[in-house]
């Protein structure tokens, strides 16, 4: 069972920074498609960005990029999202998800994964 633990979360003004982690019990054929959702209060679940494990392709949804990074630390099992230039719209509860690797490369990522984290909670105040 893949568990996916994340942190960073907090409380920002606009224009600042945090950065998301996210521990994943495993990396394997089944978490090789990583990624970054978030869900804000009355809005749908989105995706904003993901990573094709081991092999480095990035994906990011236009409202983010520029602003975000994602990367991943193989040693560590660890997902990473750098956000900078933080906006109030960017406030939202911000979930890890994984997936085998085709999800990355066609791009149905997006559309969701197998495995979510429970979530850290991002707030940007105006």
């Known amino acids: 069972h893949v568990q996916l633990v994340e942190s960073g979360g907090g409380s920002v003004q606009a224009g600042g920074s945090l950065r998301l982690s996210c521990v994943a019990s495993?990396?394997?054929?089944?978490?090789?498609?990583m990624g970054w959702f978030r869900q804000a209060p009355g809005k749908e679940r989105e995706g904003v960005a993901a990573?094709?494990?081991?092999?480095?392709?990035?994906f990011y949804v236009d409202s983010v990029k520029g602003r975000f990074t994602i990367s991943q630390d193989n040693a560590k099992n660890t997902l990473y999202l750098q956000m900078i230039s933080l906006k109030p719209e960017d406030t939202a509860m911000y979930y890890c998800?994984?997936?085998?690797?085709?999800?990355?490369?066609?791009?149905?990522?997006?559309?969701?994964?197998?495995?979510w984290g429970e979530g850290t909670l991002v707030t940007i105040s105006s």
């Open positions: 998800a994984a997936g085998p690797g085709y999800y990355c490369s066609s791009g149905t990522w997006y559309n969701g994964m197998d495995y």
């Open positions: 495993e990396y394997t054929y089944r978490t090789y498609c």
């Open positions: 990573i094709r494990i081991f092999g480095g392709s990035t």
